[in-house]
């Protein structure tokens, strides 16, 4: 083998739908996560043996890829790795880096990167996003089960801040499912807007159903600049409102893209909230 590997994936910002599946007292936590155009890599250049400046979930997953395919151990080389994405605050982060790291593991050994491996090295490290796939799909987080894959026919744009401080979505898990008994026939409504918008390629509509989910995520996991987000959303004509539901992102979706104009009030008006806007593209369309 010669020349460098890679593997890369996309992140998300938070997601347009995370609730139950379906109404009922023991809810699966369903997300349709929203991918952007921002990326973890991990890279490999053939040499001399160096120690993996990998994170822990990483290496994690590389000793795994190799159990699941017999191999025995890694071929000589040292190892880079790049993010975009900013850890803990709903982004996808290290479900990214494990993707990538085994995306460039089968470039390395010029094996497939099937998505059931992909699956079960995820299974075995945290629950994730469906960042592995290069569409929206219904996904639940903790089973690794994709339930419905969604296409590509929506597409964003986005302008967003992140709050200070960073969520454990592992330690909030119990009271969002205490939430999601207590509003189960909300959220399956809801959800049933957002997959007849997708079904549809009604982007406004799953706009309008993201914004509901944001909506009742608020009520158990508040974003402090979410209500005058959400009391301003006519004001610059957003299509709707989206947050990461276990994360700290809050920022409107617009359907078409805004204009100087709107981009410099969206700037100014995140600035009198403490934040710093940025703006991207999300989705596919």
Do not use: N
Request: aromatic share 8%; with cysteine; proline share 5%.
């Amino acid at each position: 083998m010669s020349g460098v590997v890679s593997g890369v994936c996309h992140g998300t910002l938070g997601e347009l739908y995370q609730g139950p599946l379906r109404a009922g007292p023991d809810p699966d936590i369903a997300v349709v996560s929203f991918p952007v155009e921002r990326h973890s890599w991990v890279h490999f250049t053939p040499g001399a043996a160096r120690p993996l400046p990998l994170g822990e979930k990483s290496l994690t997953a590389a000793r795994l890829f190799l159990e699941h395919h017999g191999l025995s151990s890694l071929p000589p080389g040292s190892w880079t790795a790049h993010s975009d994405l900013r850890v803990g605050v709903g982004m996808a982060s290290s479900t990214a880096d494990i993707v990538a790291t085994l995306r460039c593991l089968s470039g390395i050994f010029s094996l497939p990167c099937d998505t059931d491996v992909v699956l079960g090295v995820l299974a075995a490290i945290e629950r994730s996003d469906s960042v592995f796939l290069d569409e929206f799909a219904l996904h639940l987080s903790g089973r690794h089960r994709v339930v419905r894959r969604l296409g590509t026919d929506i597409g964003f744009h986005t302008a967003y801040v992140i709050e200070p401080g960073t969520v454990d979505t592992a330690a909030v898990t119990s009271l969002l499912l205490a939430h999601y008994r207590r509003r189960g026939e909300e959220y399956e409504r809801c959800l049933t807007d957002l997959l007849k918008g997708f079904a549809c390629g009604d982007a406004a509509a799953v706009a309008r159903a993201a914004t509901t989910s944001a909506v009742l995520s608020q009520e158990v996991l508040p974003k402090t600049t979410f209500d005058r987000v959400l009391g301003h959303r006519e004001r610059f004509g957003a299509d709707g409102v989206f947050v990461a539901h276990t994360g700290c992102l809050t920022g409107y979706l617009f359907v078409r893209r805004p204009d100087s104009r709107v981009r410099s009030e969206l700037s100014a008006f995140f600035r009198s909230l403490g934040h710093q806007c940025t703006f991207a593209q999300g989705g596919y369309g």
